[in-house]
């Protein structure tokens, strides 16, 4: 069977336990506390192997400034004291995990280095420990298999980039995180979303893992036909999972195309070369070029024989110079032009002619120009000429950060075995039968089993009690829906009332804590039902319940007020009032409901609303 895209996943969640190998806090705070430095770099495997991207990362010569806040982190996490033994808690959460996706614990768990030296781990390595292996979960009827799951300590947060020094803080590295790797079982960009979807369910199952943005992050190993592996790594919003995929499907699609137009023009590898042009500049308008020459850089271009058109090809399908752009930025410059964008960005056509002439470039040669310090201006081009030489092969395998809209950007090459050394400092633990037969006697509900049991125990559609546990919301919902009324209102809020707003306003404020709060307030009688989702689109702009109710005008109505209004409505219709008698009742909620604007339950005021009608017609 063909597969137009073949995808695997890694998803990392973050568990509400305390830290892997301490016992500060999971948490993340404001304090910056007190501050180090430190420079990173990388070791040799055993077998005196250097992983490729640890030494890509090491050749842009960073350095890191680390932020130590003493109320979320501690000597352990400062690389000053060796790791303690590691969290029972969460290994039992781990195992818990496993046993719901049906994977084989190992006996005993060795605690590995994953080399990293991009600043994150301030050790130059993550440790990371294989759990279970062979698990697999079913989706739409599909088998998808469960390849390992891991427990590892996240990374520290990254804060600030200041030039070529990164500045990260203390409080998230060593939060315990589970790793849990697919098979490349999927096919379809929705399919991986739903099988995000149902493993995040099993993991909050438990009840040990952490909510919100950034508490969760997948990893997104994409492949086409004849392209490569490409690891999209750390999507954060699950919703964009799809078109992560469908992008990355047609940036691998374009790179074959140019592998092909290359191909059929018989261009054979560029020989890296590196020319001054400095001299031609003189007088150019260019913002960029000004810049650089001013603080007494070089305008640097290589030629690239063969590659007019792929660069930028005139519908803008293909776009190899952005490739080679995003490798160029990774050697500390804003970026290059190449000559299927100029003349432009203030380099006009003498300018373009004049390189030309220099190089002696024939109509199917094309070039890439960088402005910056000369060695830097030379590396860039460098890398970037050797991007454009791997266009000739088709699909790189690398890894590529994500953006927002869905594409993504160039980060590093992939890692490969070299990076994986024994961790020394932490000792085996064992998993003796006893431990897995408590946690197998012990799981909690499988996401199935929580759906029907929501829809029967609080007498909502199974459609909705089906979203609510795939999307997360089962927690809070049972916590807000204390009666009938309120499910019903619950649902249709968590299930469709955040969806519109989503449309309209940024909603990632509204956490669970403001969602509780906004149900209390109708819980309690502050406002009516009516007015929740003019309440959350107020609470979503940073106010809280007390200034949402304020600024809406929702302050407590007293019966006699409502009823005048009631009253008043009525008045104003009243010849249609007698013309329908009681079937006016359903025409007239609507204006009762604007007029008393979320301050009376609709329940009550229907009630008013027959009282005053039946006075006026008796």
């Not at 860039?380 to 690398?398: I, M, Q, Y």
Request: hydrophobic share 40%; charged share 30%.
């Amino acid at each position: 069977m063909s597969h137009e895209v073949t995808v695997g996943l890694e998803i990392h969640q973050q568990l509400n336990t305390r830290k892997l190998f301490c016992n500060c806090p999971s948490c993340l705070v404001e304090e910056e506390g007190a501050t180090f430095q430190r420079r990173l770099r990388p070791i040799q495997s055993e077998e005196g192997k250097i992983d490729r991207a640890a030494l890509d990362q090491a050749e842009r010569k960073m350095q890191f400034r680390y932020q130590s806040p003493s109320s979320a982190s501690c000597l352990v996490e400062a690389d000053e004291e060796p790791p303690h033994d590691a969290s029972s808690e969460a290994i039992d959460v781990a195992l818990t995990v496993a046993a719901l996706l049906g994977a084989k614990p190992l006996d005993e768990i060795y605690f590995m280095r994953k080399l990293v030296i991009d600043g994150s781990n301030t050790t130059g390595f993550q440790r990371t420990a294989m759990i279970a292996l062979d698990g697999f979960l079913e989706v739409n009827g599909r088998r998808i298999s469960i390849d390992t799951l891991c427990l590892e300590e996240d990374a520290a947060r990254k804060v600030e980039t200041d030039g070529s020094e990164i500045t990260y803080r203390l409080d998230r590295l060593g939060i315990p995180l589970i790793e849990i790797a697919t098979a490349p079982d999927m096919h379809s960009p929705e399919e991986v979303k739903e099988v995000a979807q149902r493993i995040g369910s099993i993991m909050r199952a438990t009840r040990k893992v952490k909510r919100g943005i950034g508490t969760i992050r997948e990893d997104v190993n994409i492949s086409i036909p004849g392209g490569a592996r490409v690891e999209i790594k750390g999507v954060q919003e699950l919703r964009m999972l799809p078109t992560y995929v469908e992008k990355e499907m047609e940036r691998q699609q374009s790179l074959l195309a140019i592998r092909d137009i290359l191909s059929g023009r018989g261009i054979e590898p560029v020989a890296i070369e590196v020319t001054d042009l400095t001299y031609l500049f003189e007088g150019c308008k260019s913002k960029v070029i000004t810049s650089a020459l001013k603080s007494g850089g070089k305008v640097m271009v290589s030629r690239l024989p063969g590659f007019t058109g792929v660069l930028r090809s005139e519908d803008g399908k293909l776009r190899l110079g952005a490739e080679m752009a995003q490798y160029a930025r990774t050697k500390g410059v804003r970026g290059i032009f190449h000559s299927d964008e100029l003349p432009a960005y203030g380099i006009e056509k003498q300018y373009v002619d004049a390189i030309r002439d220099a190089l002696k470039l024939g109509p199917q040669d094309a070039f890439a120009l960088c402005a910056a310090s000369a060695a830097k201006a030379r590396e860039a081009l460098k890398t970037a000429v050797e991007r454009a030489n791997g266009a000739l092969v088709g699909v790189p395998e690398e890894t590529r950060d994500p953006l927002p809209d869905g594409s993504s950007v160039y980060s590093r090459p992939l890692p490969g075995a070299d990076r994986m050394h024994p961790e020394t400092d932490v000792l085996p633990i064992s998993v003796p039968t006893d431990r897995m037969e408590n946690i197998l006697s012990n799981l909690p509900e499988l996401p199935e089993i929580r759906i029907e049991r929501i829809a029967n125990d609080y007498g909502i559609h199974i459609q909705q009690s089906t979203q609510l546990v795939r999307e997360g919301w089962d927690d809070v919902f049972e916590e807000i829906a204390t009666d009938n009324e309120l499910a019903a209102l619950a649902a249709r809020t968590l299930t469709s009332t955040l969806s519109e707003l989503e449309r309209e306003i940024d909603i990632s404020q509204l956490n669970e804590n403001i969602l509780k709060a906004a149900f209390a307030g109708v819980s309690s009688g502050t406002f009516a039902k009516e007015a929740v989702p003019d309440v959350l689109r107020k609470m979503a702009e940073g106010m809280n319940i007390d200034e949402a109710v304020s600024e809406l005008g929702l302050s407590a109505m007293s019966a006699d007020e409502a009823r005048e209004i009631v009253a008043r409505v009525i008045r104003e219709r009243e010849d249609f009032v007698r013309e329908k008698g009681k079937a006016a009742i359903g025409p007239l909620m609507g204006p009762v409901m604007a007029e008393l604007r979320g301050r009376l339950d609709g329940k009550a005021a229907n009630e008013l609303l027959r009282e005053e009608l039946q006075k006026l017609l008796s």
